[in-house]
Nanobody, 116 residues
């Protein structure tokens, strides 16, 4: 069983930056695509960014493209989400997931609030 632990959320003013981290247990991390999702109250969960196992391929939601950057360090079993120029509409709980055959693994989430 893989466990994912997100960190780095918090309160930030519009225009500010945060870096989220997600650390995985076990030895499968370097073989798996990783994704960041977010969910706001009353909204469906939205995929924000994804990164292939070897970091060659990244994808972003149009709503964050150019502002967010996903990266990973396979030696540390950690995936990151650098979020710049944050907007109030980025307020959400952010989750990381590990893609695998069958059901993906999910973390518990970290809350990001963008407000003055």
């Amino acid at each position: 069983q893989v466990q994912l632990m997100e960190s780095g959320g918090g309160l930030v003013q519009p225009g500010g930056s945060l870096r989220l981290s997600c650390t995985a247990s076990g030895n499968m991390f370097s073989l798996r695509m990783m994704k960041w999702y977010r969910q706001s109250p009353g909204q469906a969960r939205e995929m924000v960014a994804s990164i292939s196992s070897n970091s060659v391929t990244t994808e972003y939601s149009p709503s964050v493209k150019g502002r967010f950057t996903i990266s990973r360090d396979n030696a540390k079993n950690t995936v990151y989400l650098q979020m710049n120029n944050l907007k109030p509409e980025d307020t959400a709980v952010y989750y990381c997931s590990m893609v695998r055959p069958g059901e993906d693994y999910w973390g518990q989430g970290t809350r990001v609030t963008v407000s003055r």
